[in-house]
């Protein structure tokens, strides 16, 4: 049995390279190397229409979650590029290595979806949409508040942002020291002009003790207003689609949110039921279904 679920399993992979042409592409971005994987399906160009995938926090473009959507997408005629973004690195790949001083911002995201779509732009795409997973669901929305010229938004688990009071108590729960001191040598040496200066922390987001610069630690934890999702689809022109899953446990505050703003006209919210954050196995199918219909409605 184990051999004949294998062997369907690698006849789906087979079957997803045969149906497409992948290839890494390279540009740069704020002197540093960024990398992305473009998948255009057998039969389609860039000129057909392309998603943009932006990835979670910390995360990158080999994600499996990021991968299944791209091989599964190509499936339903939809070319996509899959950014990992820098984080300050050249050629970064994986998971971000904690044992790097933190010097990137949430915002950072933003300048770079801008950077891979003037290249896709450039090689002639026409209708660009994007498409992000829980932190990038709220950078993909900011880059498409500010960008009219998006086709579609398609948001999977989106992060929905919070206050600086709830970053404050997150932080003690997790690391078990107060954040307000922190943030307050942090806003000292912004408001000095050396938001570049490394500060000692005792965790930052998902990494154990380190360093982070002090425009960083602002940046992930001062609760700026552009990192509530809610308020960045009010300025978003495109339809939206929203999806969420009803098992997830990061952001299960999605559904109740969303379904506040949900209409038939601007914004669409889906749930898959059983589904985690993370939307593995055939979850990521039935995402992937939502999302092609989406597209080509």
Known sequence: MMRFILGCLLT??????ALAESRQIEIEIGGKVA??????PDGKTLADGVLVLAHGTLAHKDMELIEALQGLMAERGVATLAPSLTFGLDRRTGMYDCAVPSVHRHEDAVTEIAAWVGWLRGQGAK???MFGHSRGGNQAATYSAGNKAIGKLVLLAPAMGRSANEHAAGFKRRFKTDLAPLMAKADELIKAGRGDELIDVPGFIYCPAGKASAASLKSYYGGAPEQLTLSQLGKVAAPVLVIAGSADQVV???PAKIGKIADDDKVTLKIIDDAGHMFLDFYAEDAADLIADFLTQ
């Open 12 to 17: 789906a992979v087979f079957s997803i390279a």
């Open 35 to 40: 990398l992305a994987d473009l998948t255009v």
């Open 252 to 254: 299960p505050d999605v």
């Open 127 to 129: 209708t660009i949409s």
